[in-house]
């Protein structure tokens, strides 16, 4: 399925200072052999000016991607949302906005046991609400909401000095952002060098 550019600019200009659209955004600091050597989880205003730019930076990374190149569409059939899946955990991880540690804990080790880079990363997940304006004849953009995209951004970036995360190398949207709305049966997955499938096979979608 084709990722039109447009939904992902659209997405990403909520990616700033002054129109933020993140709430939190939690973290985990991996060894070399895929385990948890640290992790945090703060609500995304309490981080300073400086901090907040930095992660909006990691964030806007995946969906401002080179759409159908870097950033690539995966769809989610029937039997990948059986109980226990990845499916079932993103969602659950949406639908409390990051606040269960134990579900943070669970994609940091399914991603852990899975996902081998043979030196230390960290995997950051951002949660954010857009309130998508509804569009007129014009395409301009009106005060009424049309729904609310409720979202994941989780971005696996390497560890550059102590405790502190690079630009993304892999990531993705949860779930997919189409047509100016919600798409549970998508995930867009980025990789900076195109190979998408090495994170679409972590997440058992191929």
């Not at 985990?28 to 050597?37: L, N, R, S, V, W």
């Not at 950051?124 to 009106?142: H, I, L, M, R, T």
Request: hydrophobic residues 40%; proline residues 4%.
């Amino acid at each position: 399925m084709h990722i039109d550019r447009e939904d992902m600019l659209e997405l990403t200009r909520r990616m700033t200072i002054a129109r933020n659209c993140f709430n939190r955004v939690a973290g985990a600091y991996m060894d070399e052999e895929g385990f948890i050597d640290g992790s945090f989880n703060t609500h995304f205003l309490k981080l300073s000016p400086a901090d907040k730019e930095k992660q909006l930076a990691i964030a806007k990374t995946i969906p401002y991607a080179k759409t159908n190149e870097q950033l690539k569409n995966f769809r989610i059939d029937s039997r990948q949302k059986k109980p226990g899946s990845i499916w079932h955990l993103l969602t659950a991880l949406r639908d409390c906005e990051l606040k269960n540690d134990a579900l943070l804990y669970s994609l940091y080790e399914y991603i852990g046991e899975r996902y081998v880079v043979d030196k230390p990363y960290t995997i950051e997940v951002f949660c954010g609400n857009y309130d998508v304006p509804v569009k007129g004849a014009d395409k301009e953009s009106q005060w009424e909401s049309e729904e609310v995209y409720r979202f994941l951004v989780v971005a696996v970036c390497p560890t550059v000095g102590e405790y502190e995360a690079g630009m993304p190398q892999a990531g993705f949207l949860f779930p997919a952002f189409a047509n100016r709305s919600t798409d549970l049966e998508g995930v867009n997955i980025f990789a900076e060098d195109g190979a998408c499938e090495k994170l679409a096979g972590v997440l058992g979608l191929i």
